[in-house]
């Protein structure tokens, strides 16, 4: 997750420029998506913090998984609910279309 937010990396989160990560919050915790700059597939990682207080020194990633069923390029937005990564299509006022609906925690 080092080089998920350099200013020269391609390619980007989504399907508009300068986005690099995403945060997401579940009742399983943190979630950060972001695009591997070594493979160009989309990642999703969980992380932890070792107190209850949070530092940003303090996070750690718990856990990272590959989501190659999703070119994260595509995508309108993501967001994870219940361990559930959901990819957006695209989104308007009336409609939303989904791109893929991945399990990530068992």
């Known amino acids: 997750m ?3 937010n350099e200013s020269s990396r391609d390619p980007w989160l989504y399907n508009r420029a300068h986005n690099y990560v995403d945060y997401a919050v579940d009742e399983n915790g943190l979630w ?3 695009m591997n700059g070594e493979t160009g597939g ?20 718990v856990q990272s998984w590959e989501i190659n069923e999703i070119n994260g390029t ?19 006022q009336y409609r939303v279309k989904f791109l893929g609906i991945i399990p990530i925690e068992d």
């Open 32 to 34: 950060v998506i972001y």
């Open 74 to 92: 595509e995508l309108a937005d993501a967001f994870i609910m219940c361990g559930v990564l959901y990819g957006l299509e695209r989104m308007n």
């Open 2 to 4: 080092q080089k998920c």
């Open 42 to 61: 989309l990642r999703v990682s969980k992380i932890e913090t070792v107190s209850i207080y949070i530092d940003m020194r303090d996070l750690f990633v």
